[in-house]
RNA sequence: GGGGAUUUAGCUCAGUUGGCUAGAGCGUACGAUUCACAUUCGUAAGGUCACAGGUUCAAGCCCUGUAAUCCCCACCA
């Protein structure tokens, strides 16, 4: 017996996973690249009816980083659907990918130079770079190892890395197209700037926060006339940045001083009174000062009424262009002088505690500082308009659905886009800057790809590298692209995607810009379809985070029930989008399916070894005298063959059997058309729990058809392996009857079953369910060891009395031959009785009565219905039928049950 | 301010086009036990489908409103 009596996991896992990817099996059979092995010099991939495949990518953890909990699900997710689309014959393509996690990255990378008593400013970019990549490929290589742990069915070798040379030169192509095109343009604004880390964000890494903080008023006095306006700002430090105060057009109380001067406190400078829109005579006194270079609203006032941007504030937070009694000092200790200074000079009028949203760096929590800066933007507007079309088109399907017209609100309000950083580890910016002043009818700036060169030059004029790199998403929005060679001449039977996975959370980050940008290189979208998944929260709906300590590390689990448990338990009771709650106990439950197919397998494999040593001697020790010729096996159709694998009849659970497992395939099919994963595996769960072990295995413990087991079991073991891979995959090479990898096997097709054989036995479950729930409610324990069950005139008990007494345990069934006694059963179509002694019938009284008012609040309802001539007339026919069927099912049922009160 | 969701058993969730007595897992209670599996088997209890109206022969599902919880976007001088 090769089988031990529970499966470890850690035994087989990572031997399968070995051989898997030693036998090359996770690569895709339509190659990606053009093959003409002819030599008609066309394409063969063209030619052949082209193999159905499907591609999809996964979104790429960061290279030297360990996977959480989130990266489980997507495996899951993927890796399902993957194996799934394998099995079915479809050329399946599930790409690999290492994410350089630019700002991540660099930031723990910062904080080891910090460690080391170093700091960035000590070398160039291109020194840090090699030293960042130095320090990522010695941290590399976990991430890979667990992703193989989860049991991902990806095809290393086509593993993409985000600074991989395609990528980057993908990324240049993409950029010299959109600055040839106008797309690209370099602009100075106000942007999102950390100045920790020194670098500015796109507005989707702004984090913000309500935080409790102070308004504090201040008086600006007019210079003409002994008047003063009173402003309220929250931040006092910027006032040196002014450039003027503004009132609403439509404010009466300060028309009149519209164009007029006021003088900026602690200063000599004089700045003017402007109107717009901007300052809301509802807020505060109405009068707001204006800072073009330090606000993002007050960048915008200034833009239209012309001001100076007078930056006070340096990149390292300091103050600037102010005079020497503030120079220098932090933005906060200068708050506290101005803040002492005004007091002292009278002009602090007043203060009030407010709650307001302030922007945090999503990294170290630093408040954000808004920065004048020049910067490189994509001009998003065309890019937005095409994808909203295509959108709108329907041209990809979103789970869950809303996301689309979310993703279509977000594209029609999407505004500029930054793509440059600050930092020296990601894609530098392929842009070089005149450095001759005098070369006046040269460009100042110009594309050229070798970024590897500080300075270049060209038509005699030199050129000076930009030193900032790109936005992660800028390169990473060409992944579908990157990761299925797709280019202008080679035909990619792998893009579009069929499918992209990702988080809910990347929706705008990550999907809409692969979108644009697919859209916008190939003229596709794309991938067909998305799933996006939500967040996986702790078990009590929290969101994990490390100073909570509620994080579960996907990978400890897989150690403890083995990857299937955990794959299976996090793909239970989730649904696409939503933010669910996870627990150990589901993996648990995972770990007992695995350990249940498991024992199902070593049953039948004993069951197979028995007929073999029966066999060789020649005589059938499972092949009864009451077998006989009966049509089952494989084909499409629920028609009996007569050419097929012959079978006992008298255990009707054989056609039974075939009809549940039709039903799961098709159920699982159908949910996995739909990507109801949960669905799927909850199918799954109980039709090889709650059906094939509990019902159908036991009845093969009396009548045992070995073809049919080995027949089911493959089908049950090929519908789990998408969920459960290695399991299943191990216990196919533990049967002694299957070859091959069970993760190429072909999907199961259908079992015949004769419907009336399989209704049959349907009628047996319930009886002998009847009789189980009927002896635990009788007093006393052991009941079913003590009475016999009596029938009459009933050939289904008659022709399946060992079957009956298997299930149920009772000691003996009896036809009674037409003198009742016992208590009979509360079943309608079956004269059924449990032979009970008249003292515990008396005893069982009371539950027969409720029995009987049970069954009557039934037909009551039933009646209600049909005494509504609305119903009868209007609802459709075989509805009607059924409840007037049910209706006398009822009545007979009580009149018998009522009868057996009475003998009482 | 704008938008998206969620609310069903003690807990976590299904319930697809309105149509049988609203389901599952876990948990709980009771019972079983050599003979594949205690990671087991059997049985049961447990529901005002958030609330209030409406449409319909029929509503967990559709419509209107209310409440609570969560998320996103914008703004907050």
């Known amino acids: 017996m090769k089988f031990a009596s529970s499966y470890e996991p850690g035994e087989y896992e990572s031997d399968i996973y070995g051989a898997w990817e030693a036998s090359g099996i996770f690569k895709p059979q339509v190659p990606t690249y053009p093959v003409d092995n002819d030599g008609d010099g066309k394409d063969d991939r063209l030619e052949s009816k082209t193999a159905k495949t499907f591609s999809i990518v996964m979104p790429p953890p960061n290279a030297n980083g360990n996977l959480h909990i989130g990266h489980g699900l997507t495996i899951a997710l993927e890796d399902s659907l993957t194996r799934y689309h394998r099995l079915r014959g479809d050329s399946s393509w599930y790409i690999p990918g290492a994410d350089h996690a630019g700002f991540e ?110 308004l504090w008023d201040i008086e600006y006095k007019l210079v003409d006339r002994p008047a003063s306006l009173i402003v309220s700002t929250t931040r006092p430090e910027t006032l040196f940045g002014d450039t003027a105060v503004a009132v609403n057009p439509e404010d009466e109380r300060y028309k009149s001083l519209i164009g007029k001067m006021v003088k900026l406190p602690l200063t000599d400078r004089l700045i003017p009174v402007i109107a717009d829109e901007h300052a809301d005579p509802e807020y505060g006194t109405g009068v707001v000062k204006i800072t073009p270079a330090h606000d ?39 708050r506290k002088q101005v803040l002492k200074d005004l007091k002292e000079k009278d002009l602090l009028k007043g203060e009030k505690q407010i709650v307001h949203s302030v922007a945090h760096c999503y990294k170290c929590g630093t408040v954000l500082e808004p920065m004048l800066k020049e910067q490189w933007f994509v001009d998003v507007k065309k890019l937005a308009a095409v994808a909203i079309e295509h959108l709108e088109d329907n041209e990809i399907k979103f789970h869950p659905e809303n996301k689309k017209l979310v993703l279509i609100d977000y594209l029609k309000n999407l505004k500029d886009w930054n793509i440059s950083r600050q930092i020296p580890w990601g894609i530098a910016i392929p842009m070089f800057r005149k450095d001759d002043a005098s070369a006046t009818d040269e460009p100042d700036w110009i594309f050229d790809r070798r970024t590897n060169l500080k300075e270049i030059e060209k038509g005699g004029v030199k050129y000076v590298r930009d030193e900032d790199t790109f936005d992660t998403w800028f390169s990473s929005s060409h992944w579908p692209i990157v990761c299925t060679d797709w280019d202008e001449e080679n035909y990619s039977p792998y893009y579009p995607l069929n499918v992209m996975e990702t988080g809910a959370d990347i929706l705008f980050a990550w999907v809409a810009r692969m979108i644009m940008m697919g859209l916008y290189i190939t003229g596709k979208v794309p991938f067909r379809e998305v799933y996006l998944h939500g967040l996986v929260l702790d078990e009590h709906g929290k969101k994990m985070s490390k100073s909570k300590g509620n994080v579960i590390n996907p990978i400890d689990l897989v150690t403890k029930y083995g990857s299937d448990a955990f794959r299976l338990g996090i793909l239970r009771g989730r649904s696409a989008g939503m933010n669910q709650a996870f627990s150990e106990n589901s993996v648990i439950a995972g770990r007992n399916l695995a350990n249940k ?18 066999d060789s001697r020649g005589s059938g020790a499972w092949q009864g005298e009451d077998e006989r010729a009966r049509p089952v096996a494989t084909g ?26 039709n039903s799961c395939l098709e159920q699982v099919e159908q949910d996995m058309k739909t990507y109801r994963f949960a669905e799927a595996v909850e199918t799954l769960y109980q039709t090889i729990w709650d059906k094939y072990a509990d019902w159908f295995l036991e009845s093969q413990k009396i009548f045992k058809n070995t073809a049919l087991l080995k027949k089911t079991l493959e089908t049950l073991l090929i519908a ?63 009941n079913a060891k003590k009475y016999e069950l009596l029938y009459d005139n009933d050939s289904l008990v008659a022709e399946n009395e060992l079957l009956i007494k298997t299930l149920t345990r009772v ?25 009970v002694p008249e003292s515990v019938i008396k005893e069982y009284r009371e539950a027969l009565t409720e029995k009987i008012l049970a069954v009557g609040r039934e037909l009551d309802a039933l009646n209600l219905r049909m005494e509504n001539p609305n119903y009868t007339e209007r609802a459709p026919a075989h509805l009607v039928k059924e409840t007037q069927d049910k209706i006398t099912e009822k009545q007979s049922l009580i009149s018998r049950l009522k009868q057996q009160l009475d003998i009482i």
């Not at 049959?760 to 189980?772: G, P, Q, T, W």
């Open 296 to 334: 993002f609203d007050d960048f915008e006032v200034g833009e239209r009424h012309n001001l100076d941007r007078v930056q006070v504030i340096s990149e390292d937070g300091h103050m600037v262009n102010v005079s020497e009694k503030y120079f220098g000092l932090s933005t906060a200790d200068c």
């Open 597 to 614: 197919l498991w024992n199902i397998s070593r049953l039948i494999q004993s069951i197979v070894d028995e007929e073999e040593t029966a």
């Open 720 to 782: 789990l392996h998408p969920f459960a891979p290695f399991v299943t995959e191990a216990i196919w090479q533990n049967i002694s009857w299957t070859e091959g990898f069970i993760a190429t096997t072909n999907w199961p097709e259908k079992l015949q079953y004769d419907p009336i054989s399989a209704e049959n036995f349907e009628n047996i479950r319930i009886i002998v369910s009847e009789v189980r729930t009927t002896l635990q409610s009788l007093p006393g324990t052991n």
């Open 105 to 214: 990255t660099w930031v723990v990378y910062e904080r080891e130079l910090e460690k080391q008593g170093h700091t960035r400013f000590e070398y160039d970019r291109d020194d840090l770079y090699n030293k960042v990549w130095d320090f990522v490929a010695a941290q590399r290589g976990n991430m890979e190892l667990q992703v193989r742990a989860l049991g991902a069915s990806c095809s290393w070798d086509d593993l993409t890395f985000t600074l991989d040379e395609n990528v980057i030169d993908r990324v240049y192509t993409t950029f010299e197209k959109m600055w040839n095109d106008g797309l690209i343009y370099r602009g100075e604004k106000l942007v999102n700037y950390c100045p920790k880390h020194q670098t500015a964000f796109a507005d989707i890494e702004v984090e913000h926060k309500d935080e409790k903080g102070t």
């Open 811 to 835: 000691p003996a069934i009896n036809n009674l031959g037409g003198s009742p006694r016992g208590l009979r059963l509360a079943l309608a179509n079956h004269e059924i009785y449990l032979d």
């Open 636 to 661: 499409a159709s629920d028609a009996p063959r007569e050419d097929a694998i012959s079978f006992s009849t008298d255990n009707m659970g054989e056609d039974w059997i075939c009809r549940e497992i």
